[in-house]
């Protein structure tokens, strides 16, 4: 019986009500009075010197400001970056400077040189344009491969090359792996790529910079999904100010799919410029600027080998990878293609022995960190690619080579370093056959022949590491932060309650989920809670949305302060009805006396706290409010199985998918519908980046997919109606919900699955294609189809 | 965007005035190119010429020579809905971008510009219309002149497009993934005096008429007619999206596709 309110039910999304009627409250709807607008001169060449920067036509320039450029910002600090590796000779990673306007060279398409503060956006804009700036140019590095030669241009003349590091992992295992190859029944060996994406949430990045000569506080309004980072990062390591006078205030944000974690350049210029003009000044950044300046996603070059015994058991791994940094280090960006993607190599199944070898490069390109998923969409790629084409080679079915390997003892050591508490992958792989209609594939095919339609059954598995992250395992791999998360339960004296949480909901529909929490612990209507985020000034230091970590990390600290307001409310319950506190139960919002039929209600009792005349003041302070703040001892593990059948018109390459299953173990749910909605989005975008996105770049670096004139996003017709199922449920062990985050899974777990359907389509048809690169646009797959 | 200033006449007259005046004046249809090139600071003109407020450059009729003579200033979208004599037009209009560009662009907007992907310059050449402008008229034959070109002169305006109505015709675009402009669109139309088969998105050149096909067709009007039939993948366009030579096979199929659909 489906639940109507609490933990498990399907609550309505209260924030979808300001959001679909226009009520939302972003950036870009905050204008403060005598507000100045500023427009950045970005780099329209991918590499080279900047030799002159003339500003003085700009800055006669009607409505201007003031124009600045590096030299203003050669005092301040540079972007940090928040990730430091170590390499396989033990030696920390090679970090660049990364200015906040650039000084000295240009080193992408996009790069800010100068940036012009003006009255309104269009005088801004026209004085950028009277910016005269000379730049002898360098030839561009954009291929990785290249850019490691020797003699190759470097993109940043300081460091020695443009290998930023080469990490082994795990180091100790390389011999053993590449014995245990090498002596193997069968090897089979996939070359691959990880497209490049861009993130493109809706609402574009927006930074509003304020500065107050009365209380000597800056604040930033910024597109961000972690407040409390960006204002660590940036008043720390840029501008030299304490937390104390800098508020960050993200209000509601349009998506971000991981774009939004990161500190941008944008959001310290407008705060030191609000600050050196003492005026508010706004930025928000146009579609075409976002493809050039977000940090982009993805972009891994893999060669993969997976070696098997004479029973098709899975012995060992090898990966080597290159992954793509872009120009500069972005936030997180050393950590995707290593931590959260190395530890996730051995997917769901017990392969003993795995090695991982990932060289991290710098290019003349926008950088790239964290997009949705974060390494572990790269991992289960690779992986499940591999073991669907070691199955064709050896001519099992992909299904059952799967199931053969899987773990099914919990807890079990991966030899990637990271410990699964729970799964069971059985269970989810049966759950997909079922709601896949498996059964009713070879009456499809068929039906698709009939038509002259070429149609193909992929099917995967997937594993990612979530509810990220302790902070003491991550301190040892090289995080400059803790990832725990904070909440404050604050009651007010009639009942209601304010959850101030360090996680940013910016889509995910925290304040309705969230909310069913607390509500279900008490006993009390869901509308008596409010879930405030996103202000530093009214919320405990956490660290924000990614990582599928809110529930997870977020929720358990905010259970555990819930907790304690329990405790107190019990003991303030106790007390008014002279009972002792061990016999006090709370049940549906009533404290009662068990055994007895005395009870008080949650209002008496929080009334009480703060109208404290009949209250014991000797053993209890007045007041109920909470905070807690949680480290979790592991990350999560949400796993599952995903099916996707696809078409191929076999006269233009098209791909059709005319079908997509997804079973899911998320462990708890608290909102089922919430959680499909976020499967949905993220099938999406795995479908999108599948079939449809491609971020490329030519030669000189310019980046040819630079709108949507040429860069294809998902659309509803591109996506099929999808068949998601969750009932699989192993909680997880170490959290208090039981919950394992689920904002990730449909983008990790979706690419595989298409790209194995569309493999398994052309070759039921005869033609002899093993692999194609994502996307699979019509034309490259005409090509696959026709080659030779 | 740089500051412009725009006129909306409401008689040809005034607008050719306006456009006369000068070099730097800019006609301004549905403005669904024209526009997003302003938006990108890609071209300064003085002022807009809006010509949508025209009525007499507006609607959908028919002529003594049983043409579909089409107003320039009639939108995709009522186009659509009203050249329901000529279904293969109207259904070709009803598949322009999305309903938003369909409910502003403008067939004058479209055959002005000449984008190598438009929809319109196919069934223009397809059907071998005439371009009727503040002039003359120009037969679609001499009107396009490669991409983004056309035989309009300066300050020339498109006020009707006439259709001779065939006896079948089809329009088969393949999409490209992002724009959803076609990256290959075929045209096919048979009249009593042949056949025309017109191609877009394809060439380096814009919109062509590809005349073996006609020739097959002519004597022969079945998709099994162009089957042996190949085009080179050189001049064709090669991009992200396709390669000249996937363009030059796409128009075969699409011409195949667009004769059985014309029944």
Same mark, same amino acid.
């Given at each position: 019986m489906p639940k109507d309110s609490g933990i498990g039910a399907s609550s309505k999304r209260r924030e979808d009500v300001r959001f679909l009627t226009g009520a939302g409250h972003y950036t870009d709807d905050i204008d403060l009075r005598g507000q100045a607008y500023v427009h950045f001169l970005r780099s329209d060449v991918a590499h080279g010197i900047l030799k002159n920067v003339d500003t003085s036509a700009a800055e006669g320039m009607p409505g201007v400001v003031c124009v600045f450029t590096g030299a203003d910002f050669a005092e301040v600090g540079g972007l940090p970056c928040g990730w430091q590796i170590t390499d396989r000779e033990g030696n920390p990673m090679q970090e660049p400077a990364h200015p906040v306007l650039a000084q000295g060279k240009v080193r992408h398409v996009g790069d800010p040189i100068a940036a012009v503060v003006a009255e309104t956006r269009e005088q801004a804009r026209d004085a950028a344009e009277a910016i005269e700036v000379e730049i002898e140019d360098l030839p561009a590095v954009v291929d990785m491969k290249a850019a490691l030669k020797d003699g190759a241009p470097k993109v940043h003349d300081d460091l020695t090359s443009n290998l930023c590091y080469d990490w082994g992992f795990v180091e100790e295992n390389r011999e053993a792996v590449d014995a245990a190859i090498k002596s193997a029944a069968h090897v089979t060996t996939l070359e691959l790529k990880n497209n490049r994406l861009v993130a493109n949430p809706m609402e574009p990045r927006v930074a509003v910079g304020d500065y107050s000569r009365s209380t000597g506080e800056s604040t930033l309004y910024t597109t961000s999904q972690n407040p409390h980072v960006i204002r660590l990062l940036m008043g720390a390591f840029v501008l030299g100010i304490p937390e104390h006078k800098l508020r960050v205030v993200a209000p509601d944000v349009g998506g971000g799919f991981g774009s939004k974690i990161f500190h941008y350049a944008e959001e310290a210029f407008c705060t030191f410029a609000a600050k050196a003009l003492n005026r508010p000044v706004k930025w928000t950044s146009s579609r075409s600027e976002a493809f050039i300046t977000d940090a982009h996603g993805r972009d891994h070059v893999t060669k993969i080998e997976l070696a098997l015994d004479k029973d098709n058991n899975f012995v060992a791994l090898r990966t080597e990878t290159h992954a793509n940094m872009g120009a500069y280090l972005s936030t997180f960006a050393p950590s995707v293609p290593t931590w959260l993607h190395g530890t996730l190599m051995a997917g769901n199944y017990k392969t003993p022995l795995i090695y991982v070898n990932v060289k991290a490069v710098f290019t003349n390109t926008v950088p790239v960190d964290a997009y949705r998923g974060a390494g572990r969409p790269e991992a289960t790629f690779q992986l499940e690619r591999v073991i669907d084409k070691a199955a064709r080679e050896l001519g099992v079915d992909p299904v059952e080579l799967r199931r053969q390997n899987f773990i099914t003892e919990f807890p079990y050591a991966t030899p990637v370093a990271v410990e699964y508490d729970t799964g069971d992958y059985n269970a989810t792989l049966d759950k997909l056959l079922e709601i896949a209609d498996l059964a009713g594939f070879e009456a499809r095919l068929a039906e698709s022949k009939k038509n002259g339609k070429l149609r193909g059954l992929g099917v995967n598995c997937y594993i990612e590491a979530c509810g990220i992250a302790p902070s003491h395992l991550v301190g040892q791999l090289g #995080?400059? #932060? &803790?990832?725990y998360e904070s909440a404050t339960v604050r009651v007010n004296a009639t009942g209601g309650l304010v959850v101030m949480t360090g996680s940013h909901s910016h889509g995910q529909g925290h304040e309705t989920s969230f909310a069913q929490v607390v509500a279900d612990m008490i006993g009390i209507d869901e509308n008596m809670v409010e879930i405030v985020h996103g202000d530093t000034a009214n919320t405990p230091m956490g660290m924000g949305t990614y990582g599928s970590r809110s529930l997870a990390v977020g929720g358990s600290a905010m259970v555990r302060a819930t907790e304690k307001i329990i405790a107190k409310a019990r003991k303030i319950a106790a007390h008014l009805m002279e009972?002792?506190? #061990?016999d006090i139960e709370l049940k549906n919002g009533q404290f009662s006396v068990a055994g007895t039929d005395k009870s008080v209600a949650w209002g008496d009792v929080t009334l009480a706290a703060y109208v404290p005349h009949n209250y014991p003041l000797e053993d209890l302070e007045p007041g109920l409010e909470e905070t807690a703040f949680y480290d979790p001892s592991n990350f999560t593990y949400p796993a599952g199985a995903y099916a996707c059948e696809v078409e191929v018109d076999p006269d233009t390459g098209k791909v059709t998918i005319e079908g997509f299953a997804a079973a899911d173990d998320f462990g708890n749910v608290v909102n089922p519908m919430i959680v499909e909605g976020q499967v949905h989005g993220g099938l999406a975008q795995g479908i999108g980046q599948a079939l449809l996105e491609n971020c490329a770049y030519d030669e000189d670096g310019?980046?040819?997919?630079?709108?949507y004139m040429d860069y294809a996003m998902p659309r509803a017709d591109d996506v099929p109606f999808y068949r998601v199922d969750h009932s699989c449920q192993t909680p997880?062990?170490?959290?208090?919900? &039981?919950v394992k985050g689920c904002g990730e899974a449909g983008a990790i777990g979706s690419p595989p699955a298409v790209v194995n359907a569309v493999i398994d389509a052309l070759q039921r048809a005869g033609r002899d294609v093993t692999h194609i690169d994502m996307p699979l646009s019509p034309s490259r797959v005409w090509d696959a189809m026709n080659k030779g | 965007m740089y500051a412009f200033d725009i006129e909306r006449p409401t008689t040809l007259a005034e607008a050719v005035k306006h456009m006369a005046a000068s070099e730097e004046n800019q006609a301004l249809g549905g403005g669904q190119t024209l526009i997003p090139t302003l938006k990108q600071r890609l071209a300064s003109p003085e002022k807009l010429i809006s010509l949508t407020g025209i009525d007499e450059i507006r609607g959908i009729c028919e002529d003594d020579a049983g043409r579909i003579c089409i107003g320039a200033a009639t939108t995709h979208a009522e186009v659509a809905a009203g050249a329901t004599a000529y279904p293969a037009l109207a259904a070709l209009a009803g598949n322009i971008g999305d309903p938003a560009v369909r409910n502003r662009g403008t067939i004058g907007g479209s055959l002005a510009n000449n984008d190598p992907s438009a929809c319109y310059p196919a069934a223009a050449l397809g059907s071998g219309a005439t371009i009727v402008t503040d002039k003359r008229e120009i037969p679609a034959d001499d009107y396009f002149e490669g991409m983004?070109?056309?035989?309009? /002169? /300066?300050g020339e305006i498109i006020t009707e497009v006439k259709f001779p109505v065939p006896q079948k015709a089809a329009y088969m675009k393949f999409e490209q993934p992002a724009s959803r402009f076609a990256l290959v669109g075929v045209f096919v139309a048979k009249y009593a005096d042949g056949v025309r088969v017109a191609v877009t998105g394809a060439s380096e050149e814009g919109v062509f008429r590809w005349s073996e096909a006609e020739a097959a067709l002519a004597s022969d009007f079945s998709a099994g007619a162009v089957e042996g039939l190949s085009l080179s993948g050189d001049g064709m366009i090669s991009d992200l999206h396709g390669s000249g030579d996937y363009r030059a096979h796409l128009v075969g199929v699409m011409t195949k596709r667009a004769v059985a659909a014309a029944g």
């Amino acid at each position: 019986m489906p639940k109507d309110s609490g933990i498990g039910a399907s609550s309505k999304r209260r924030e979808d009500v300001r959001f679909l009627t226009g009520a939302g409250h972003y950036t870009d709807d905050i204008d403060l009075r005598g507000q100045a607008y500023v427009h950045f001169l970005r780099s329209d060449v991918a590499h080279g010197i900047l030799k002159n920067v003339d500003t003085s036509a700009a800055e006669g320039m009607p409505g201007v400001v003031c124009v600045f450029t590096g030299a203003d910002f050669a005092e301040v600090g540079g972007l940090p970056c928040g990730w430091q590796i170590t390499d396989r000779e033990g030696n920390p990673m090679q970090e660049p400077a990364h200015p906040v306007l650039a000084q000295g060279k240009v080193r992408h398409v996009g790069d800010p040189i100068a940036a012009v503060v003006a009255e309104t956006r269009e005088q801004a804009r026209d004085a950028a344009e009277a910016i005269e700036v000379e730049i002898e140019d360098l030839p561009a590095v954009v291929d990785m491969k290249a850019a490691l030669k020797d003699g190759a241009p470097k993109v940043h003349d300081d460091l020695t090359s443009n290998l930023c590091y080469d990490w082994g992992f795990v180091e100790e295992n390389r011999e053993a792996v590449d014995a245990a190859i090498k002596s193997a029944a069968h090897v089979t060996t996939l070359e691959l790529k990880n497209n490049r994406l861009v993130a493109n949430p809706m609402e574009p990045r927006v930074a509003v910079g304020d500065y107050s000569r009365s209380t000597g506080e800056s604040t930033l309004y910024t597109t961000s999904q972690n407040p409390h980072v960006i204002r660590l990062l940036m008043g720390a390591f840029v501008l030299g100010i304490p937390e104390h006078k800098l508020r960050v205030v993200a209000p509601d944000v349009g998506g971000g799919f991981g774009s939004k974690i990161f500190h941008y350049a944008e959001e310290a210029f407008c705060t030191f410029a609000a600050k050196a003009l003492n005026r508010p000044v706004k930025w928000t950044s146009s579609r075409s600027e976002a493809f050039i300046t977000d940090a982009h996603g993805r972009d891994h070059v893999t060669k993969i080998e997976l070696a098997l015994d004479k029973d098709n058991n899975f012995v060992a791994l090898r990966t080597e990878t290159h992954a793509n940094m872009g120009a500069y280090l972005s936030t997180f960006a050393p950590s995707v293609p290593t931590w959260l993607h190395g530890t996730l190599m051995a997917g769901n199944y017990k392969t003993p022995l795995i090695y991982v070898n990932v060289k991290a490069v710098f290019t003349n390109t926008v950088p790239v960190d964290a997009y949705r998923g974060a390494g572990r969409p790269e991992a289960t790629f690779q992986l499940e690619r591999v073991i669907d084409k070691a199955a064709r080679e050896l001519g099992v079915d992909p299904v059952e080579l799967r199931r053969q390997n899987f773990i099914t003892e919990f807890p079990y050591a991966t030899p990637v370093a990271v410990e699964y508490d729970t799964g069971d992958y059985n269970a989810t792989l049966d759950k997909l056959l079922e709601i896949a209609d498996l059964a009713g594939f070879e009456a499809r095919l068929a039906e698709s022949k009939k038509n002259g339609k070429l149609r193909g059954l992929g099917v995967n598995c997937y594993i990612e590491a979530c509810g990220i992250a302790p902070s003491h395992l991550v301190g040892q791999l090289g #995080a400059r #932060a &803790g990832l725990y998360e904070s909440a404050t339960v604050r009651v007010n004296a009639t009942g209601g309650l304010v959850v101030m949480t360090g996680s940013h909901s910016h889509g995910q529909g925290h304040e309705t989920s969230f909310a069913q929490v607390v509500a279900d612990m008490i006993g009390i209507d869901e509308n008596m809670v409010e879930i405030v985020h996103g202000d530093t000034a009214n919320t405990p230091m956490g660290m924000g949305t990614y990582g599928s970590r809110s529930l997870a990390v977020g929720g358990s600290a905010m259970v555990r302060a819930t907790e304690k307001i329990i405790a107190k409310a019990r003991k303030i319950a106790a007390h008014l009805m002279e009972a002792s506190e #061990a016999d006090i139960e709370l049940k549906n919002g009533q404290f009662s006396v068990a055994g007895t039929d005395k009870s008080v209600a949650w209002g008496d009792v929080t009334l009480a706290a703060y109208v404290p005349h009949n209250y014991p003041l000797e053993d209890l302070e007045p007041g109920l409010e909470e905070t807690a703040f949680y480290d979790p001892s592991n990350f999560t593990y949400p796993a599952g199985a995903y099916a996707c059948e696809v078409e191929v018109d076999p006269d233009t390459g098209k791909v059709t998918i005319e079908g997509f299953a997804a079973a899911d173990d998320f462990g708890n749910v608290v909102n089922p519908m919430i959680v499909e909605g976020q499967v949905h989005g993220g099938l999406a975008q795995g479908i999108g980046q599948a079939l449809l996105e491609n971020c490329a770049y030519d030669e000189d670096g310019q980046l040819l997919s630079a709108s949507y004139m040429d860069y294809a996003m998902p659309r509803a017709d591109d996506v099929p109606f999808y068949r998601v199922d969750h009932s699989c449920q192993t909680p997880c062990t170490h959290n208090p919900l &039981g919950v394992k985050g689920c904002g990730e899974a449909g983008a990790i777990g979706s690419p595989p699955a298409v790209v194995n359907a569309v493999i398994d389509a052309l070759q039921r048809a005869g033609r002899d294609v093993t692999h194609i690169d994502m996307p699979l646009s019509p034309s490259r797959v005409w090509d696959a189809m026709n080659k030779g | 965007m740089y500051a412009f200033d725009i006129e909306r006449p409401t008689t040809l007259a005034e607008a050719v005035k306006h456009m006369a005046a000068s070099e730097e004046n800019q006609a301004l249809g549905g403005g669904q190119t024209l526009i997003p090139t302003l938006k990108q600071r890609l071209a300064s003109p003085e002022k807009l010429i809006s010509l949508t407020g025209i009525d007499e450059i507006r609607g959908i009729c028919e002529d003594d020579a049983g043409r579909i003579c089409i107003g320039a200033a009639t939108t995709h979208a009522e186009v659509a809905a009203g050249a329901t004599a000529y279904p293969a037009l109207a259904a070709l209009a009803g598949n322009i971008g999305d309903p938003a560009v369909r409910n502003r662009g403008t067939i004058g907007g479209s055959l002005a510009n000449n984008d190598p992907s438009a929809c319109y310059p196919a069934a223009a050449l397809g059907s071998g219309a005439t371009i009727v402008t503040d002039k003359r008229e120009i037969p679609a034959d001499d009107y396009f002149e490669g991409m983004f070109a056309t035989a309009l /002169e /300066e300050g020339e305006i498109i006020t009707e497009v006439k259709f001779p109505v065939p006896q079948k015709a089809a329009y088969m675009k393949f999409e490209q993934p992002a724009s959803r402009f076609a990256l290959v669109g075929v045209f096919v139309a048979k009249y009593a005096d042949g056949v025309r088969v017109a191609v877009t998105g394809a060439s380096e050149e814009g919109v062509f008429r590809w005349s073996e096909a006609e020739a097959a067709l002519a004597s022969d009007f079945s998709a099994g007619a162009v089957e042996g039939l190949s085009l080179s993948g050189d001049g064709m366009i090669s991009d992200l999206h396709g390669s000249g030579d996937y363009r030059a096979h796409l128009v075969g199929v699409m011409t195949k596709r667009a004769v059985a659909a014309a029944g």
